[in-house]
Structure formats: C-alpha cells, structure tokens
C-alpha cells in the first residue's frame, strides 16, 4: 500500500471516529480528519491536474478543468526547454570530442567491431553470399566492354613480341577472335577460384581479420591525422543542432508518454506530497480547534 494511500484511510478514519465517539475530543477528532482529508486530497488533485486532463463530465470529456494537464498543454514549451538545457548546459561539443578521440572510447569501438565482425566470418550464409558477390563483381569486371576493349588493345601492342610462338595455334591467328577467347579464359579461372573451398576460407579469415588489420593502420597513421581528426570532428559536432533533435523528439512523443517519463522520475516525492497535505491539513484541523476553543 502506498503512503497516500494510507494517508487517505487515517483522515477518513478520524473523520468517521469524530461521529461516532462521545465526549468533547469528537470535534477535535473530526476537525482533524476532515481538514486532513481536504488536505490530501487538495494535493491529489493538484498532482493529477499537473499530469492529466480532467474532465467535469468525463464520459464525453466536455468542460476541461481550467489548467489540468500542464504537461501535454505546454508540451511544445517543454520540448523547448528541455532541447535549450541539454544543447546549452548538459552537452558540450567539446566533452563529446574529447570522449571519441579518448583511448578508452576507441579501446571499446574496436571490441565491438572486432565481435561484430567475428559473429559475420561465422555466419556461413553471409560469408557465402560475400563470395557470390566477389564473383559476381569479378566475373561483370572481365566481361565489361571496357576490360575487353582494354584487352585488345593490349593485344594489338604487344601480341607482335610472342607472335612466333602462338602462330602455330589457329586461333591466336586472328586479334579478334583472341580478345573473346582470353575473355572466356579468364571468366572460366575466377569462377574456378571463387569456388574453391580455400578461397571461401581466405574470405572468411579475412572478415575475421579486417578490424585488427584495420586498426593497426590507424594506429601507423594515428599521430599524423590525430589533428586533422579532431578538426574534422569538431566541424562534424559544430553541424549537430542538440537543440532540435531533443526539441523535435520530445515534441513527438505519444500522447501521455512524457507524462509518463515524468511521473516514473517523481513518482515517490509526488507520494509524499499526498502524505504532506495529508499532515499539514491535521495540524490545521487541531490549530482550529485550539482557536475556536480558547481564542474566539
């Protein structure tokens, strides 16, 4: 059970002893209870008025209670206020900076992707659809007009130097029909290799090793691009506006939801508050009945 609603049962509780009991402390028993309960229940209002709509006739939800449900009404100036602090006060483009080019920050980008791509070299369909994709750029590479184009022409230069031994060969006699053939020759060799078992392992070994292959070039380069990274970060960061995005995201929230995210943050002081007026409206039942009794 929840403090306000414990609180809730005492006044009620006070205020059903202040009728039934005899003797004079009924109306100090009741006159606590009754301003105990106005006053939790003063606050349960307030705090369900700050979160929801309230309707006098819910049913049709007509006649809104003038002020009810701040947070979805002024949800826009939310949005605005919230976007200006993380973008002014809570995110520094130079904080963020520091914590990419920080060791610790590269140390943990490379276990990812070093994990990342490991799960990808164990993964048989995508490593085999990696070598379907090799063999199909390569095979499109070698019989690309401009491979062929590039081939004979080669041919027509230097064919002359080992024409003595091929003129035996009927097909090497003729320059066109020699760009075709080798065309062919050389589809017929890489479709052979992309379906080597071995070359499906090198694929594979390769996968594994590209992020320790990459990250060791970049650990030969860091020092010489360690200033023109942070430059070209920093110009990065400078075209992030922090501002809109959080404004924008929270602006699009569903109905209720920043209520919501509000309410699980406050959720135990909001308690409390119940727990207060509750408290604050028993002292004010006995200070009335203190004045009634001796002062007025």
């Given at each position: 059970m929840k403090r306000g609603q414990i609180?809730?049962?005492?006044?009620?509780?006070?205020?059903?002893?202040?009728?039934?009991?005899?003797?004079?402390?009924?109306?100090?028993?009741?006159?606590?209870?009754?301003?105990?309960?106005?006053?939790?229940?003063?606050?349960?209002?307030?705090?369900?008025?700050?979160?929801?709509?309230?309707?006098?006739?819910?049913?049709?939800?007509k006649f809104p209670l003038?002020?009810?449900?701040?947070l979805e009404i002024e949800r826009e100036k939310i949005a605005c206020a919230i976007g200006w602090v993380v973008s002014q006060r809570l995110v520094s483009r130079d904080a963020l900076l520091g914590m990419i080019v920080s060791k610790e920050f590269r140390s943990r980008i490379r276990s990812i992707v070093e994990k990342k791509l490991q799960s990808i070299a164990q993964d048989k369909s995508i490593v085999s659809k990696l070598v379907q994709d090799v063999e199909t750029a390569l095979i499109g590479f070698?019989?690309?007009?401009?491979?062929?184009?590039?081939?004979?022409?080669?041919?027509?230069?230097?064919?002359?130097?080992?024409?003595?031994?091929?003129?035996?060969?009927?097909?090497?006699?003729?320059?066109?029909?020699?760009?075709?053939?080798?065309?062919?020759?050389?589809?017929?060799?890489?479709?052979?290799?992309?379906r080597d078992p071995k070359f499906y392992q090198k694929?594979?070994?390769?996968?594994?090793?590209?992020?320790?292959?990459?990250?060791?070039?970049?650990?030969?380069?860091?020092?010489?691009?360690?200033?023109?990274s942070k430059?070209?970060?920093?110009?990065l960061l400078e075209n992030v506006d922090f501002y809109k995005i959080v404004k924008d995201e929270v602006s699009n929230f569903p109905p209720g939801e920043l209520s919501g995210i509000v309410l699980k943050i406050t959720a135990e002081n909001l308690d409390w508050l119940e727990v207060w007026g509750g408290f604050?409206?028993?002292?004010?039942?006995?200070?009335?009945?203190?004045?009634?009794?001796?002062?007025?």
């Open positions: 609180t809730f049962l005492v006044t009620l509780s006070l205020m059903i002893l202040g009728l039934i009991l005899p003797g004079q402390m009924r109306k100090l028993i009741f006159a606590m209870g009754i301003t105990g309960f106005v006053g939790y229940g003063t606050n349960v209002l307030a705090i369900r008025m700050l979160f929801d709509r309230i309707y006098l006739i819910p049913k049709w939800k003038p002020y009810s449900g701040i070698v019989e690309n007009d401009i491979f062929r184009d590039n081939l004979q022409e080669l041919l027509y230069q230097h064919l002359g130097k080992v024409g003595n031994v091929l003129i035996g060969s009927r097909i090497f006699r003729d320059k066109e029909k020699l760009t075709p053939y080798l065309q062919k020759e050389f589809k017929n060799v890489l479709e052979a290799i992309c694929i594979q070994i390769t996968v594994e090793n590209l992020a320790e292959n990459c990250f060791s070039l970049q650990s030969l380069l860091e020092e010489s691009l360690q200033a023109y430059e070209t970060l920093r110009e604050l409206g028993i002292l004010a039942g006995i200070l009335f009945w203190t004045m009634e009794r001796y002062i007025l």
